[in-house]
């Protein structure tokens, strides 16, 4: 399996000099924020597309509207693109076989039977370590044995094993519990709540938040519309939700993830730019996949793994629009977003959402970034 490596080039550096409101934009510390906590949203709304939507236009222009009015916000001829990865249980609660309590969430399938897994406590899980899961410490219905640790991530890889004449991933269905994110600590919402409707391939640790807020009958209304869709898959993992740690954000390294873009996906996305009509990602996880995959200079299809970091004076290749959640200070989210629309600009916005008391994060209102505020490289 391959993997596409690149990072996003700001036409600044190619041209050999950075100003002073590019080194800014480089700045880690520029993408802080204060946020009251009572704007984190610790349950989803129902109906989903009742979430609140702020639409950004072309500067300095934004609106408040809602998700459910998307079909009055778009034009025929648009495309939609979704990701249709699906989140599986990746939290086990298992024990050593003495008896301490041990915690992992799984993060990335390497191998058979094989998988990268954050664990705590981590430092006592040394390689030949075993950890029990199921409720007899003796007659566990899986074991997973510690192989080696990644530095990359701080995570375990480990090795699962068993007993039972059961699949593996039918064990982590019946033994797991879908991982919440840890800002959303009170949380009543259902696992099912967490999954985009249109969900189907299992391979995500964590959901991609812009498509929760999708429902059949917003669908129903876009088609009518003549807003037609398309989708890829992103298995969302820990380069999504990493935290970018360096002063200087160039020097971050984003953890690769796994995409597949299909063909017939392609030659949609194709079909509505030579008509010319615009495409909007839905999630930044579909940017992300649709720019990792159209780096040689065109959009591909393409199965494998992307670490593409996209942060400001990113050259634009695929997307026109983006539908998206408001993102963590600091996340290489909000620097994708950034990319799009403008640091300075998407602070302001962000200002503009606390300030009308917005739902923040994976439970939360989302925001339309129409092609007319998208920055011209």
């Excluded at 100003?19 to 129902?46: F, H, K, M, W």
């Excluded at 591909?300 to 996209?310: A, H, M, S, V």
Aim: hydrophobic share 40%; net charge neutral.
């Amino acid at each position: 399996m391959s993997t596409l490596r690149f990072n996003a080039h700001p036409s600044s550096l190619e041209k050999g000099g950075v100003d002073e409101g590019d080194r800014t934009d480089y700045s880690l510390a520029a993408y802080d924020y204060t946020l009251p906590p009572e704007c984190i949203a610790q349950n989803p709304v129902v109906p989903r597309d009742s979430a609140r939507l702020l639409v950004v236009d072309s500067d300095p222009r934004y609106a408040h509207q809602q998700v459910h009015n998307l079909p009055d916000l778009l034009k025929p001829g648009d495309l939609l693109v979704l990701n249709d990865t699906r989140v599986i249980p990746a939290r086990l609660y298992g024990r050593k076989p003495g008896g301490a309590a041990v915690e992992i969430l799984l993060l990335e399938e390497q191998a058979p039977l094989q998988w990268l897994a954050l664990v705590k406590p981590g430092k006592r899980l040394k390689p030949g370590a075993q950890i029990h899961f199921g409720t007899q410490l003796d007659q566990p219905d899986l074991i997973a044995t510690v192989l080696t640790s990644d530095p990359s991530t701080g995570g375990r890889i480990l090795e699962f094993a068993a007993p039972s004449s059961q699949s593996l991933e039918e064990l982590i269905e019946q033994l797991g519990h879908v991982p919440l994110p840890p800002y959303i600590t009170h949380s009543q919402a259902q696992p099912e709540q967490y999954q985009t409707i249109y969900a189907k391939r299992l391979g995500a640790v964590a959901a991609p938040t812009a498509g929760l807020h999708f429902t059949p009958s917003l669908f129903n209304r876009l088609s009518a519309k003549g807003i037609d869709w398309a989708s890829l898959t992103l298995h969302v993992g820990v380069g999504t939700f990493r935290p970018v740690e360096t002063a200087n954000i160039i020097h971050h390294t984003m953890h690769g993830e796994w995409i597949d873009i299909p063909l017939d996906t392609v030659v949609k996305i194709r079909q509505t730019q030579n008509q010319g009509n615009r495409v909007i990602a839905v999630g930044t996880t579909v940017t992300r996949a649709l720019e990792g995959a159209a780096q040689s200079g065109s959009l591909q299809p393409y199965r494998g793994k992307t670490d593409l970091f996209i942060y400001p004076g990113y050259q634009w290749r695929v997307i026109d629009g983006l539908i998206t959640n408001f993102h963590l200070p600091g996340s290489s989210l909000l620097m994708l977003v950034s990319a799009l629309v403008g640091r300075q600009r998407l602070m302001d916005l962000y200002q503009v959402a606390i300030a009308h008391n917005y739902r923040f994060y994976s439970f939360g209102d989302a925001m339309l970034i129409l092609p007319e505020a998208k920055l011209r490289g």
